[in-house]
């Protein structure tokens, strides 16, 4: 295993190699299975024709390479907002270290674009959308529609857009968008209908799950690194940093400005040019600005990065991570993923070859028959009379299969729980009522459950 073994101290930090360690065997590998996208007004989706998740993984002494479409398992649009794009082949080779590093001087900003990648080879984009304020013209400028800001296209500005907020009515189901065709989450991609208190309303005509279900029970899984290399996890994890505690929702260490009844300075005090006036239209949250970071003795809440040193199922000597941070009703909670500064070293990760010797990782993330008995599936709803749903919680790792199974044994409907996906379906509007059995295999393990379909 290829590990990273930290010192507690803030300050000393030994790294230790090991081969094939999470940030080479995390990956989600396929080369057959393509992704599917929805057009607005049409709920049936459409094939893409192009491979999901991640087709190749190789990796030297230092470096990992993963070459990747950007095109998720789950279905990706419409995106109502009127946003022209699709999410398109990405092409694309990351080239990922192995033994990332603190960063012991400035930390580096996070930047527009692609600044992490998920483990099914889509990417991580940070809290902006590339809308600001101009003070000048007291509008908003840059991005589509709008004038181009004081300095140019990208240029940070004193009161930055907050794309959650912002962009909203354009995220799909699994809480993502494209960019040129660059398909992207800002947030926690877990999709809105799985939220507890559910903000849009897209799901429930173009249907998706996202990369993972949360699982308030469990250590959230893997997701992704960020172009520092360091790890970022789901929502939840271990209340003490040695692993120890219950497992709990892992906190931001922002919070909104509730005092700032005028955008006329930032969170440190210094004065800046006049913002956007704080009401209904511009509402506290808008911008990034908004936020104010207070460091926290909790184990739980985050630093100002938005990760922490702690013990993880993948680093059980402990590693620096990120995680996705969410609310109590787990709507997604600014920094959201990683910022608005990297820990560690960033570099832009993205190649266009590979250019060492390198050995090509073939092995698949097989679910061993204790993880397979630890997985948690809900079959809802029962009784059921037109459409059955198998719900897996945390991140599905490799191919599940899920079938109806009729009281004589006989398999009546097949589907399969993919390897980035979260959710099967049946349609059982044409099936007799009786009781029924639906059974999830993979890996050579297997559960059954029954089920009741009324008419």
Partial sequence: MKRIILSMSLLAFTFMSYAQGPAITSWLQNTTVTGTYYVQGNSTAIDNNILVNCQKVEYSDDFVYVTATGIPAYPTGPFPDG?????????????????????????????????????????????????????LTEALCGGPGNPTCPGGMGSQQDWN????????????????????????????????????????????????????AIDETAHSPLIGFAYDGFPIYGAYGFKNTDGTGEITRIKS?????????????????????????????????????????TASDEPDVLDEHNGRFAVTPEYPE???????????????????????????????????????TTTIYTGSVAISEAEFDAMKFSVIPNP???????????????????????MNGKSIIQSRISAGTTIAYFDVSTVYAGTYFVRISGDGNSTVSKVVVMK
């Fill in 253 to 293: 260490g922002y919070s909104l400005r509730t005092d700032m009844t005028v955008r006329d300075t930032h969170a440190d005090g210094s004065s800046v040019d006049m913002g956007a006036p704080i009401n209904d239209d511009y509402p506290l949250g808008y911008f990034r600005e908004d936020y104010t970071f």
């Fill in 384 to 406: 059921a009379t037109d459409l059955i749903a198998v719900q897996v919680s945390g991140l599905t790792q490799d191919d599940l299969d899920v079938e109806l199974i009729d």
């Fill in 161 to 212: 857009r907050d794309a959650i907020p912002a962009e909203m009515p354009g995220f799909d189901c699994s809480k993502a968008h494209p960019a040129m065709g660059n398909y992207h989450h800002h947030q926690n991609p877990s999709a809105f209908k799985l939220d507890i208190n559910v903000v849009s309303d897209i799901c429930n005509l173009y249907d998706a799950e996202g990369l993972y």
């Fill in 83 to 135: 946003n022209p794009s699709q999410a398109s082949d990405q092409e694309a080779i990351y080239k990922m270290p192995l033994n990332p590093q603190p960063n012991t001087g400035n930390a580096d900003n996070t930047t527009g674009g692609n600044i992490g990648i998920f483990i099914n080879g889509v990417s991580l984009f940070d809290y902006r959308d590339g809308v600001a304020w101009n003070p």
């Fill in 318 to 356: 402990g590693t620096y991570a990120y995680y996705a941070t969410v609310d109590e009703n787990w709507n997604s909670a600014y920094p959201y993923v990683v910022g608005p500064t990297f820990y560690g070293d960033r570099e832009n990760r993205k190649v266009d070859a590979v250019n060492e």
